[in-house]
């Protein structure tokens, strides 16, 4: 089977030398197997996306040499999202939920990987599944129905899926047709995606989209969760933190190969003292 990866942004930021890294790494892989590398644009989240910066990501990778094939928007699959949603809602599967964000810290939620874990406040109410609500995973539910899940990282080997870390999460938002993890679970397979890779900060995600996997029977692939580009004071590069544009660099007249052969040296250098 051809190795597949994936470049998946959210334009709601300028992209960064964080996104090129993970890019080229993806990128990389892929060429080196002989397989395919894809760029999928995740603007689902229409009220923060930015699509004036969608070109400037394309302009970017070409930028840094990189070669891609372009899959559809997310924006383009909010029919495929509902009906899956749909499916899991027939299942018994998700359940609504009309807390706010106040009402989940008010109720004492401990914080987990993506934030504060849900304690299951709307859980078996009866509501009104017309008024604005989100849908959300019975986790325990789920975890039964598919029983014990492994997923395989290249560099943390065999994992067993545990998704006690998130509590029962938004599956469907009270704003958007879909979550990131939806979303994302069901196009990586769609787009034939053989290799997620992407930075390490969404290694515990990972749990969630084997489960996910699992309840649409969908193919698995394998992750690649790669360490993180810091910033001079150690901290994660980030949109919020203002790292630096790309775009600016490249308007600057930079070389941006030049960049892609820095951030190479940097993975290779990584790869050799992780021994992958
Ligand atoms: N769209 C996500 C982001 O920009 C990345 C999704 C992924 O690689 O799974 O953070």
Redesign the pocket.
């Known amino acids: 089977m051809p190795l597949v990866t ?5 334009p ?1 930021g300028p992209m960064h030398r964080g ?1 090129a890294f ?1 890019a080229v790494v993806a990128h990389d892989l892929a060429h080196e197997a002989g397989g395919e590398f894809l760029l ?1 644009i ?1 603007d689902i989240d229409g009220g923060r996306t930015r699509p004036e910066l969608i070109d400037e990501y394309r302009r970017n990778l070409e930028w840094l040499g990189l070669e891609w094939r372009e899959v559809p928007a997310q924006s383009t699959r909010l029919e495929r999202y509902a009906l899956a949603a749909s499916d899991l809602i027939d299942r018994g599967l998700l359940y609504p939920c009309v807390c706010t964000r106040k009402e989940i810290e008010a109720a004492g939620a401990r914080r987990g990987e993506e934030g504060l874990i849900y304690p299951g406040t709307c859980k078996g109410k009866r509501l009104d599944p017309t008024a604005p609500v989100a849908w959300r995973l019975d986790v325990e539910k789920a975890m039964a129905e598919a029983g014990r899940l492994v997923w395989s990282d290249e560099e943390a080997g065999c994992v067993e899926v545990d998704p006690s870390d998130f509590g029962d999460l938004v599956i469907v938002r009270k704003d958007a047709p879909a979550s ?1 993890h939806l979303a ?1 679970v069901l196009d ?1 397979a769609e787009d034939g995606v053989t290799l ?4 390490r ?2 290694f515990a ?1 990972s749990h969630i ?1 084997r489960l996910l996997q699992a309840l649409f029977d969908l193919p698995v692939p394998r992750w690649h969760h790669h360490g993180l580009l810091m910033d001079d004071q150690g901290k994660k590069l980030s949109k919020r933190r203002g790292s630096p544009a790309l775009g600016d660099q490249r308007r600057a007249g930079e070389n941006g190969r030049a960049l892609a052969e820095e951030l190479r040296v940097r993975w290779r250098a990584h790869a050799k003292i992780a021994g992958t």
Do not use: C, K, M, Q
């Open positions: 994936r470049f998946a942004p959210s709601n996104h993970s999928r995740e990131y994302v990586d997620v890779t992407r930075g900060d969404l995600a989209h």
